[in-house]
């Protein structure tokens, strides 16, 4: 009895099972590119949003600035108008940071308390292109020079933290479902009866879960990446991205034991599909796949520690959004992978052959 | 010489209730074996603990000279196994779902095509198995049970909820498994279905073993009258009364009925005085041994 040829087969089986069941295909892998698509593109081009300052009239000092200076250009965008009046409405409206008026030597600046954060980068930006212009008047090569580097080698768009964490929580939802949905109707159905009359090892039919599930989990991660990459998305994976592959196969690993566990214990399909619902909504809120935990309350990032997805999130997240060296991925797959022997442990606990 | 299967006082409880309560039977090679009895009665428990899904509290059991409790690696490949429900896996074909049952039995696939034919369905080979009818997926499932050739094969109410020519038709492919020299132990709670099939019947209640021995020889122990029947007005009831050798005797307007325990007696005297038009003689069936080892009253 080759034990592989049974493994093969019944990998086989589920995977025929999964590709056909048009459902579970929307909801492993549609879906979740659903939200990237939106999250990606609602929120995208947000951190690259120009200041923009409204000339009332002819301000040379700034227009030689922007015209000598490429980098001026990408973050200052400049309006003209001719009237005072027709200027600051627009600063009014919000719909300009700053309106600047040139007299002689005198760049006067009109701003709105309403942002005003926006207005100190414009009042800012502005100042230093007095400070350079009253430089460069001096003829003296200047002293002291600012050279500014992000921390991060790009910076951290939304993309760069989306891709990782909605495919963070399609693999969590895609596993525990997997995992749970297949126990209980295989259960139910008496198809675990049926192989357990047969000489097929027991282990073999759990193996073939496992490869088919992580299998799922690497076309998921292949086609957020290659989605996510298109220029419109723009993601750029970093140096150790590499690193995503065991960390995707670790969370699988991690949620196929939930899943198992859940499975083993509910009694109906219905059961599992709630059970695994309140489990997953959750984890994917509170474990950072929709919004960054940093700029959450400190009370959510202490609790987001308890969910597994938070650690998978927070591996990709390293390895393909931040650049961090492939190390820095290796607790959380530590993490992970304790939760997979944990949850199969108690999985097999509560193991039932039969629903009787 | 040794039984195929070979039962011996097989005893087991869940919490109140003795589901099986002191069985012992032997199998012959190559004998159809039926186990009747109405819902409860212990038949589904006893065949799980004879193909080695439970353990027995108390009895020993073999199955083709092996024990099947712990799950016995060495015997699963000889004996077939179709279970109540229809265990299918879900979204796959009927070739495939065969072919990944002869996988798991180490049997090539290209054995699936001839298990389809066996059982008449090779019109349905690329059929997903959610689309099947009832009889299709009886003997999809009875395919699944046969495919890796096993001399013993156990049938668990295989033609419940079938309609009548799905389980005539049903009844054909039993044969010809039983025909090829396996032995086939069925469990149903059709007593036409016994009749028309098995070497040998034991009729289970309440966990018990009532009655065990050929239908023919059951039927011939009952000792109950046959009954003949003629249309109404062929013989007047007082004159069908009189009969020598009749019994009780009604006529509900459309048949005369005569209940005798000599019926050759009867219709000699019936043939006599030229009353045989349209006659009909029926004689005790299975199901009046069931009824009158198991009772009439109703149990939900």
Known sequence: MSTWQSFRSLGRAMFLGFVRDKGALFFTILFPMMFLVIFGGVFGHQSTSKVEVVEIGAAPLIDQAVARDADLRKTLKVTRYETRAAALKKVEK??????????????????????????????????????????????????????????????????????????????????????????????????????????????????????????????????????????????????????????????????????????????????????????????????????????????????????????????????????????????????????????????????????? | MAYTISADGLRKRYGDVQAVDGVSFDVEEGEFFGILGPNGAGKTTALEIIEGLREADEGTVSVLGLPPWPRNSKLLPRIGVQLQASSFFERLTAREQLQTFASLYGVPARRADAMLEAVGLTAKAGERVEKLSGGQAQRLSIACALVHDPELVFLDEPTAALDPQARRNLWDVLREINTEGRTIVLTTHYMDEAESLCDRVAIMDAGRILRMGPPATLVRGLDSPARISVPSGVLPLDDARALPGAGEAADDGVSLVIETRDPSAVVAAMAARNALTGVQIHGATLEDVFLELTGREYRA
Do not use: C
């Open chain 1, 94 to 356: 919000g719909d300009a940071d700053a309106a600047v008026e040139q007299r002689g030597g005198t760049l006067d600046v009109h701003y709105s308390a309403a942002d005003q954060v926006k207005a100190g980068t414009a009042q800012g930006l502005l100042g230093s292109i007095v400070e350079s212009a009253n430089q460069a008047k001096s003829g003296v090569a200047p002293t002291y020079r600012l050279a500014a580097q992000q921390v991060e080698d790009d910076s951290l768009k939304a993309i760069q933290f989306f891709t990782p964490s909605l495919l963070g929580w399609a693999l969590a939802s895609a596993g525990v479902f997997g995992a749970s949905q297949t126990l209980v109707s295989w259960r139910t159905k008496g198809i675990l009866r049926r192989l357990r009359l047969s000489p097929a090892p027991i282990a073999t039919v759990f193996a073939a879960r496992v490869v088919v599930s992580v299998g799922v989990a690497l076309v998921q991660l292949a086609l957020f990446l290659a989605v996510a990459q298109l220029p419109f998305f723009g993601l750029k994976l970093q140096g150790s991205w590499w690193m995503a592959v065991p960390a995707v196969v670790a969370g699988v690993l991690a949620f196929l034991g939930i899943g198992m566990l859940i499975g083993a214990w509910a009694k109906s399909q219905e059961t599992a599909q709630s059970v695994t619902q309140l489990v997953v909504l959750p984890m994917a809120f509170l474990g950072g796949s929709f919004f960054p935990l940093d700029a959450s309350p400190g009370w959510m990032r202490t609790l987001s520690y308890i969910f597994p997805l938070r650690y998978l999130n927070e591996a990709m997240l390293n390895v393909m959004g931040r650049g961090l060296g492939p190390m820095s991925a290796l607790p959380q797959i530590g993490v992970l992978l304790g939760v997979a022997v944990v949850a199969s442990l108690l999985a097999m606990r509560l193991f039932r052959w039969d629903s009787a």
